[in-house]
Every structure is written in structure tokens, then in C-alpha cells.
């Protein structure tokens, strides 16, 4: 999650959201028609807002990356939200290039390391740095349709002629 914000991946979220709750754990047997209750478990969850510039396969947007994690971490969360949108690059038509994109990379090296340090400033309101994504992915996209529907008025011209 650290490399990523650190410009190996071009990755700087927006925290969408953090929740910690309780989740009911059951075992389904499947000689019972009923599930087994065993019990509780702290959970905390969380969901990342990242801009992306938009590819040949899409235009600009904003996209998101989920973690969840046992026990009240939001540090593993975030830090693990931040590792599903990088590992989500050739989704979206990016480039693979930097080591958080690569699967093998992160799953080999993602258990010995505490999700901590940089991570944690993304608890901070990120007001002001919203805005100006949210001011700069809409401008990207209307210059994206724009190009997009200049380029279907010319088929229909030349199609008419």
C-alpha cells in the first residue's frame, strides 16, 4: 500500500469510507438444513475513492478499491484497499509498472510487512484535494466525449457525402 502512494503506482485515494463492526460467523453442514452459529467476529472495512485517467477502453472516472480485515485495523484496511485498486491496473487498460500491480509480487510480499506509516495520513480530511479530482475527472470527461462525438459527426459527414 506505501509504494503505491508513493509514486510507484500513481495512486493517491480519497478514504470513501471505514466502518468496524461485529459479523455474525455460521457454518453451513450440509447434512443439516440449517446453519451452525458460531459466533462473532470484529471486522473492520473499507472502501477507496481513486481518480483514473481513462484509457482507449474507457473514459475518465473515479474507481475503488475494497479491504477488509479482521479485528479494528484500519491501517490493514486501507492499506489493503489501496493493493486491490493497484492490482485492479490491467482492469482499467493501465500499464503494469509498478510492483503493487504485480499479483506475485504483492501476495509474496504482503505478509511480513505491518499495513502502517504513510497509510495512516489517509485518515485525514482530504476535502480540498477531492474537489479539485472531482473538478479535473469531469473536465476530463467532456473533453473525452467531446473527442468522442466530433469524431462520430465526422463518420456521419463523411457517410453523407
Sequence with gaps: GYSTQRGYARNHPFVGEVRIGEVELELDVPELPFAVPLGSVRVTECQIVNQFKGSAKAPPQFTRGYGLVFG?????AMAMALCDRALRASEFGEDVVAAAQDEEFVISHSDNVQAT???EHLKL????????????VRRMRAEHDARENAGKAEEKREAAE
Design 125 to 136: 480530511p482530504h476535502y480540498v484535494d477531492f474537489q479539485a479530482e472531482l473538478d479535473l
Design 117 to 119: 506509516g504513510f497509510v
Design 72 to 76: 479494528q485495523s484500519e491501517r490493514k
